[in-house]
């Protein structure tokens, strides 16, 4: 009987302490990365993600402005932005690469200006997520 209490409790206690992301199965264990959540984004862990998506392309189109002496059309350049939602649920820059420094520039203005958010995590933390942003003129 006290055997039988004995593994109840530890059961009770293991489920307990469970964390969010991390399965158990054997000898393995797996951590799932869980993405960042933009403002406003509910749902499932699936719609969430493509609600980062959406918001993050609407966020890019409608926040872009050309350098002076460009224009829309006027150039055939692409720019990608290697970057991380932090652990705070900020951007930070980690690279750039391709196009002109005033196109970098404004790549990177466009991302900096991505709004707080809520962190990414694994195993129950807060992690930083790294994204890469191809900026195509």
């Not at 393995?28 to 980062?52: D, H, L, R, V, Y």
Request: net charge positive.
């Amino acid at each position: 009987m006290k055997a039988i209490f004995f593994t109840l409790f530890l059961t009770i206690c293991s489920i307990s302490y469970a964390q969010e992301g991390i399965t158990v199965s054997g000898n393995s264990i797996s951590i799932t990365e869980i993405p960042p959540i933009w403002p406003g984004c509910t749902g499932n862990a699936i719609e969430k993600k493509a609600c980062f998506k959406k918001e993050l392309v609407n966020h890019v189109i409608s926040n872009f402005q050309f350098p002076e002496g460009y224009k829309k059309g006027s150039v055939k350049e692409k720019v990608i932005v290697d970057f991380v939602i932090n652990e705070e649920g900020k951007p930070q820059i980690l690279g750039v690469k391709g196009g002109t420094k005033m196109l970098q520039e404004e790549a990177k203005r466009n991302i900096l200006a991505i709004p707080q958010m809520t962190p990414g995590q694994a195993g129950g933390s807060p992690r930083a997520i790294k994204y890469s942003m191809p900026f195509t003129f």
